[in-house]
Structures are given as C-alpha cells and as structure tokens.
C-alpha cells in the first residue's frame, strides 16, 4: 500500500505543538455521558444527572457517536489528527446510518440538503449533477459551473493526502430519493418541488439561486441517487466561524478583472495588510491555493476559522464541489499568490517533492485512497493524471522562485 506507507513517512510524523485545554475547541467534562433525549427533539442534552459508575471498560467518551468524537478532537492546529482511528467509523457512519430527516439548506446557488440521522449527527448531501467523464463545456464561466459530488469526496481525501486536514469528512453515498427525501422531508417547498419523469424516475428540484428548476431536476434511477455527504462542522451557536473574503478573489464578472490579475505586485500590498502581515496566515492561504491549483477549483471567493483561536489557527478549506472539472487544462492563475507571492512552508514544499516520486505518486495514493470509497471510482483516470502533471508545475513554480 503506497498509502500506508505515505503516512508512515517521517514527513507525516512531524507533531503538533502540545495541546492545552486552551486550544481545544470544547472543553469536555470526561464523566459527561452522552444521552439521547427521546422528547422527539432535534437536539441532544449532555445528561449532568446521569449516573457517574459506568459500565467496566467504558468511558464517557466511549459512549460519543462518532460524529461527536469528530467535534471534540478539533483544536487549533488540526481538525482531526494525522493518524486518526475514529475515521473509518465516521466514513462508514455518514455512508450507511439510517436518515431520518431531509431539508433543504438555505442560500447557496444550488440545491444541498441537511440530513440527520438517529443518533443527532448531520451531514450536509451535495447531490450527482454529472458523470465522472463529462467535463465542464469550455464556454461555461467558473462561477456558473455546477457544483460535483465526487469532487467534494475526492477534495477530502486529496487534503488529507497533503497533510493539511482542514476539510471536514466526506463520504459518497447512494440515496434512495423516495424513502430518505420525499417521504421523511419536513421542509414544504422542498415536498412541492418532486415529480416523475416521463422515464418513470423521482425528480425533484428544491429552491435555489441557480439551477432550481424542471430543466435542472435531480433524477434518481429510478429512484437511486449518487451524492456526497459531508460530516457537518459545530453549530455557529457552539462554536462560531469568521468568513474571511480571499484577498486573491476573483471578479465574479464576465468582462472585468480582478486587482491581482492587474497588478503583478499585488503581494506587496496583501502582504502588509492584516491578517497577512503577520503568523502563519499567508503560508496558510498558499497552501489552499496549491490545494485549489491541483484540483482545478477557481471558485475561492471566502474562508473561514473557528473565532476562538484568533487569527494563530489553521485554515477551513470548506465547498470544493467545483474542482475536477476539467482535466485537460491547468488553470495557471489559481496559482497566483504562490506565483507573487514566492513563499511556500516548507514542510508543504517538502511533502510536495515525495509525492512527486515514484514510491509515493500523487496519482496512486489518491486513486488508493478513493478506492474504499462506497461511489468508486470517484474520479475518471484522466483527473487522477493531470494531479501528476499539476504537482510538477506548482514544483516548477517554486523552482522559478528560487531562480528568480
């Protein structure tokens, strides 16, 4: 397995700083069971009045749901660890529990929906809009493109490939569009929106900015329908999030151009501006972009990071359902800020050489990766090649630098 063998590398063996109670996300009382209040709720209470002697051999923590062990584990370095043993389960967990309600999410430009299963967990499902071979057209702006379900699965696995671990989990799943959307959906206009198509399969089409519509419904097979599901991050009212605007965000306009595209100085500027003028942060963007430039997704408008740690924490590389699109072309321009900029961490430049080399290539780890997935093959070979060719210009793009 070269994947084994990539995480046993010493390259992914480097420790993060000692955690204090401090860095953590919640601070857990660890003789707090975990109750499921049977009231009917959709939420769950941690039971103070709960008996304390429990049961030999368990722990409070024992009796977490996977998901909560997922929430707990979050500190300011990492959003799960590196070895982490509680992955299979959450991974088996989003692609089997029984759901139990289906909502639509509000705002976004297409159609997502929040699932919850028995035990108060929540996944958010960004449906199949597309097959694994069928490339964005040519003639499509990137921010009208569509939003794809592998690619959220495939973005998953490739961040933490790179070590960075700043995507939540992802999952693939096959959802059975009468039993757990239609029949158990509490939301109204969701309900109003399903139909059966003149083939004989369930439609349905939700409400959103784009895409919402008869011409666009998702169809299942008859009733079958790929998506992905992603394990949700804390509540904001738990755990609040800062959206940061990217200072290399692109027009979002047919005809203009972006300041950065302009002016080939541009770093200078962002990098004495706050938060970059300082930490980590700018380090932590360019490792997004090389994230970003790898799986071809030009659609990074915003970040976000958790609120408690201030501006000294990791980045949430969150909504990477426009990457894989397009195979055949490189986007040389997602690379902007390494390009200007002409900084890199160097354990991302590191882990970016071996992954380049034969015993450890980025194609193979990945395509190993995806290949436990319940949807494989996630992605179409071509997309696992062009990861190869890409590695070698970002690697090309810092030896410019250093030239330079």
Same mark, same amino acid.
């Given at each position: 397995? *070269?994947?084994?063998?990539?995480?046993?590398?010493?390259?992914? *063996?480097?420790?993060?700083?000692?955690?204090?109670?401090?860095?953590?996300?919640?601070?857990? /009382?660890?003789?707090? *069971?975990?109750?499921?209040?049977?009231?009917?709720?959709?939420?769950?209470?941690? !039971?103070?009045?709960?008996?304390?002697?429990?049961?030999?051999?368990?722990?409070a923590y024992d009796t977490?749901?996977?998901?909560?062990?997922?929430?707990?584990?979050?500190?300011?370095?990492? #959003?799960?660890?590196?070895?982490?043993?509680?992955?299979?389960? #959450?991974?088996? %967990?989003?692609?089997?529990?029984?759901?139990?309600?289906?909502?639509?999410?509000?705002?976004?430009?297409? #159609?997502?929906?929040?699932?919850?299963?028995? /035990?108060?967990?929540?996944?958010?499902?960004?449906?199949?809009?597309?097959?694994?071979?069928?490339?964005?057209?040519?003639?499509?702006?990137?921010?009208?493109?569509?939003?794809?379900? /592998?690619?959220?699965?495939?973005?998953?696995?490739?961040?933490?490939?790179?070590?960075?671990?700043?995507?939540?989990?992802?999952?693939?799943?096959?959802? !059975?569009?009468?039993?757990?959307?239609?029949?158990?959906?509490?939301?109204?206009?969701?309900?109003?929106?399903?139909?059966?198509?003149?083939?004989? !399969?369930?439609?349905?089409?939700?409400?959103?900015?784009?895409?919402?519509?008869?011409?666009?419904?998702?169809?299942?097979?008859?009733?079958?329908?790929?998506?992905?599901?992603?394990?949700?991050?804390?509540?904001?009212?738990?755990?609040?999030?800062?959206?940061?605007?990217?200072?290399?965000?692109?027009?979002?306009?047919?005809?203009?151009?972006?300041?950065?595209?302009?002016?080939?100085?541009?770093?200078?500027?962002? *990098?004495?501006?706050?938060?970059? !003028?300082?930490?980590?942060?700018? $380090?932590?963007?360019? %490792?997004?972009?090389? #994230?970003?430039?790898?799986?071809?997704?030009?659609?990074?408008?915003?970040?976000?990071t958790f609120e408690k740690?201030?501006?000294?924490?990791?980045?949430?590389?969150?909504? /990477?359902?426009?990457?894989?699109?397009?195979?055949?072309?490189?986007?040389?321009?997602?690379?902007?800020?390494?390009?200007?900029?002409?900084?890199?961490?160097?354990?991302?430049?590191?882990?970016?050489?071996?992954?380049?080399?034969?015993?450890?290539?980025?194609?193979?780890?990945?395509?190993?990766? $995806?290949?436990?997935?319940?949807?494989?093959?996630?992605?179409?070979?071509?997309?696992?090649?062009?990861?190869?060719?890409?590695?070698?210009?970002?690697?090309?793009?810092?030896?410019?630098?250093?030239?330079?």
């Amino acid at each position: 397995s *070269k994947l084994a063998a990539l995480f046993k590398h010493p390259l992914y *063996k480097v420790p993060i700083p000692e955690v204090t109670d401090g860095d953590k996300l919640f601070v857990v /009382n660890p003789m707090e *069971k975990f109750s499921l209040r049977s009231s009917g709720s959709d939420e769950w209470v941690s !039971n103070s009045k709960a008996e304390m002697v429990l049961p030999t051999g368990k722990t409070a923590y024992d009796t977490y749901p996977s998901w909560l062990k997922f929430h707990v584990g979050i500190n300011r370095y990492e #959003l799960y660890p590196r070895q982490d043993p509680l992955m299979p389960a #959450l991974l088996k %967990d989003l692609a089997t529990l029984k759901i139990v309600s289906s909502v639509q999410k509000s705002g976004g430009t297409q #159609l997502k929906l929040i699932m919850t299963f028995p /035990n108060y967990g929540q996944a958010l499902f960004k449906p199949m809009k597309q097959t694994r071979d069928q490339e964005t057209p040519v003639d499509f702006f990137y921010f009208s493109d569509f939003e794809r379900h /592998n690619a959220e699965i495939a973005a998953f696995h490739l961040d933490r490939i790179l070590d960075f671990r700043r995507i939540p989990p992802v999952s693939g799943r096959l959802v !059975n569009i009468t039993q757990e959307i239609r029949d158990i959906t509490t939301d109204k206009k969701l309900a109003k929106t399903f139909f059966i198509s003149p083939a004989g !399969n369930v439609c349905f089409y939700g409400e959103c900015s784009y895409y919402c519509s008869t011409e666009h419904a998702l169809c299942g097979k008859p009733d079958q329908l790929e998506g992905s599901m992603a394990a949700l991050l804390p509540d904001k009212a738990l755990a609040k999030r800062r959206s940061w605007r990217s200072p290399w965000r692109r027009s979002y306009h047919k005809s203009k151009k972006a300041e950065w595209e302009l002016n080939p100085n541009y770093c200078a500027q962002v *990098k004495e501006t706050p938060p970059y !003028n300082s930490g980590h942060r700018l $380090l932590d963007l360019i %490792d997004m972009t090389v #994230l970003d430039f790898l799986m071809g997704n030009m659609d990074r408008h915003h970040y976000e990071t958790f609120e408690k740690f201030g501006n000294d924490t990791f980045l949430l590389h969150l909504d /990477n359902g426009r990457g894989f699109g397009t195979h055949s072309h490189d986007e040389m321009s997602i690379l902007a800020p390494l390009q200007q900029c002409c900084r890199i961490k160097k354990s991302t430049y590191l882990r970016l050489r071996l992954l380049a080399t034969e015993p450890y290539r980025l194609s193979d780890v990945l395509r190993e990766a $995806l290949a436990s997935d319940r949807l494989a093959p996630v992605l179409a070979e071509p997309h696992l090649r062009a990861l190869d060719r890409r590695l070698a210009a970002v690697l090309a793009a810092v030896g410019e630098c250093v030239a330079r």
